[in-house]
T-cell receptor, first 115, second 110 residues
Framework: GAGVSQSPRYKVAKRGQDVALRCDPISGHVSLFWYQQALGQGPEFLTYFQNEAQLDKSGLPSDRFFAERPEGSVSTLKIQRTQQEDSAVYLC?????????????FGPGTRLLVL | TQLLEQSPQFLSIQEGENLTVYCNSSSVFSSLQWYRQEPGEGPVLLVTVVTGGEVKKLKRLTFQFGDARKDSSLHITAAQPGDTGLYLCADTGTASKLTFGTGTRLQVTL
């Protein structure tokens, strides 16, 4: 079966541009997570959805970051007015249920470079 | 805020050698997971440990959870080039988000 897919895989943006990153979770997975991974670091939590409800957005670094999952499946992470410090790999993960002990399956990530 | 420190940061060894990497937390883990991440890919779960003192084995990998549930180690026996990657520990927390450690980058050469 298909895993978590993300698009685009690579994105180069000029500072100040808006970007949209897409995540297609595993079919039927209730929970969806976004993480940001800076070069050489572990991923850091950004936000969490259970179906279409965004239950936790405590990790979003600023109000330039916005995520949505309107129909409870595909999710989009949008970054407005990108800055150089936004350069990172953005990982999406999905899991079958709400509980953290349920395995999170990660996509390959979108590598964002802001020039 | 919980801090997860992993050591060493980098490790370069030859095929066939043994190695151990460590994960230490500033607070007690809810439960601990170990992941391996290969270049250009997302992390893949290796194991989940819940109980203090727990030991789990996965082929050549041995995972140990400290008695006080604040530290863990991952031991690899007879490393192979396919073990190359970034090893991450993570706390599952009381909610659903994972808190990851700083990572250990392992390179195994022929």
């Amino acid at each position: 079966g298909a895993g978590v897919s993300q698009s685009p895989r690579y994105k180069v943006a000029k500072r100040g541009q808006d970007v949209a990153l897409r995540c297609d979770p595993i079919s039927g997975h209730v929970s969806l997570f976004w993480y940001q991974q800076a070069l050489g670091q572990g991923p850091e939590f950004l936000t969490y959805f259970q179906n279409e409800a965004q239950l936790d957005k405590s990790g979003l670094p600023s109000d330039r970051f916005f995520a949505e999952r309107p129909e409870g499946s595909v999710s989009t992470l949008k970054i407005q007015r990108t800055q150089q410090e936004d350069s990172a790999v953005y990982l999406c993960a999905s899991s079958l249920a709400r509980l953290a002990l349920k395995t999170q399956y990660f996509g390959p990530g979108t590598r964002l470079l802001v020039l | 805020t919980q801090l997860l420190e992993q050591s060493p940061q980098f490790l370069s060894i030859q095929e066939g050698e043994n190695l151990t990497v460590y994960c230490n937390s500033s607070s007690v883990f809810s439960s601990l997971q170990w992941y391996r991440q290969e270049p250009g890919e997302g992390p893949v779960l290796l194991v989940t440990v819940v109980t203090g003192g727990e030991v789990k084995k996965l082929k050549r990998l041995t995972f140990q959870f400290g008695d006080a549930r604040k530290d863990s180690s991952l031991h690899i026996t007879a490393a192979q080039p396919g073990d190359t990657g970034l090893y991450l520990c993570a706390d599952t927390g009381t909610a659903s988000k994972l808190t990851f450690g700083t990572g250990t980058r392992l390179q195994v050469t022929l």
